[in-house]
T-cell receptor
Framework: GENVEQHPSTLSVQEGDSAVIKCTYS??????FPWYKQELGKRPQLIIDIRSNVGEKKDQRIAVTLNKTAKHFSLHITETQPEDSAVYFCAARRAGKLIFGQGTTLQVKP | SAVISQKPSRDICQRGTSLTIQCQVDSQVTMMFWYRQQPGQSLTLIATANQGSEATYESGFVIDKFPISRPNLTFSTLTVSNMSPEDSSIYLC??????????????FGPGTRLTVT
């Protein structure tokens, strides 16, 4: 089955800096790659996603890139703000099922 | 997106008992899922709740322990049976929402925090 690896497990940046989180997946048949943000005690929230036929997608300060050949995708957050502090999860979908990475705790220091 | 509610939001249960968690969506959805999130961990798929047929369970999860019902396209239940402290976790309902293009987005309910003593 699908296996998703996510790095780093923790990331600390200064406010205004950029943050990058990387994920790799194992199953080349996976075709959809969402990213979720989970604040403490809250549900995971979908923040951006990318389909397998697209290489890059941007939404204001966040962007996702996908390299199908290498089977990896990344989340980029620019101009980070303290409210970006949360746990971020990547996921890959294969045969209708989302498999999640281990999560990255992002801390943005003011 | 979709408005998803879960009941109860939290519970403390005795070992050996069972708890049924309800998930309600404000619109008909084709796919519903149940996930478990242990403290400080990622989300693990328990099963896909199929309307009108048995749920499809992932490796490591069995129907006798986690029976699931899905009587219609807006409602599902997950029962955690014969609980032990190892079942203490957050249980999340998730639904797939068709976005109109050849795929769909997946959203999560608020979760049920279960503590087994």
């Amino acid at each position: 089955g699908e296996n998703v690896e996510q790095h780093p497990s923790t990331l600390s940046v200064q406010e205004g800096d950029s943050a990058v989180i990387k994920c790799t997946y194992s199953d080349s048949a996976s075709n959809y790659f969402p990213w979720y943000k989970q604040e403490l005690g809250k549900r995971p929230q979908l923040i951006i996603d990318i389909r397998s036929n697209v290489g890059e997608k941007k939404d204001q300060r966040i962007a996702v890139t996908l390299n199908k050949t290498a089977k990896h995708f990344s989340l980029h957050i620019t101009e980070t703000q303290p409210e970006d502090s949360a746990v971020y999860f990547c996921a890959a979908r294969r045969a209708g099922k989302l498999i999640f990475g281990q999560g990255t705790t992002l801390q943005v220091k003011p | 997106s979709a408005v998803i509610s879960q009941k109860p939001s939290r519970d403390i249960c005795q070992r050996g008992t069972s708890l049924t968690i309800q998930c309600q969506v404000d619109s008909q959805v084709t796919m519903m899922f149940w996930y478990r999130q242990q403290p400080g961990q990622s989300l693990t798929l328990i099963a896909t709740a199929n309307q009108g047929s048995e749920a499809t369970y992932e490796s490591g999860f069995v129907i006798d322990k986690f029976p699931i019902s899905r009587p219609n396209l807006t409602f599902s239940t997950l029962t955690v049976s014969n609980m032990s402290p190892e079942d203490s976790s957050i249980y999340l309902c998730s639904v797939a929402v068709n976005t109109g293009d050849p795929t769909y987005e997946q959203y999560f309910g608020p979760g049920t925090r279960l503590t087994v003593t």
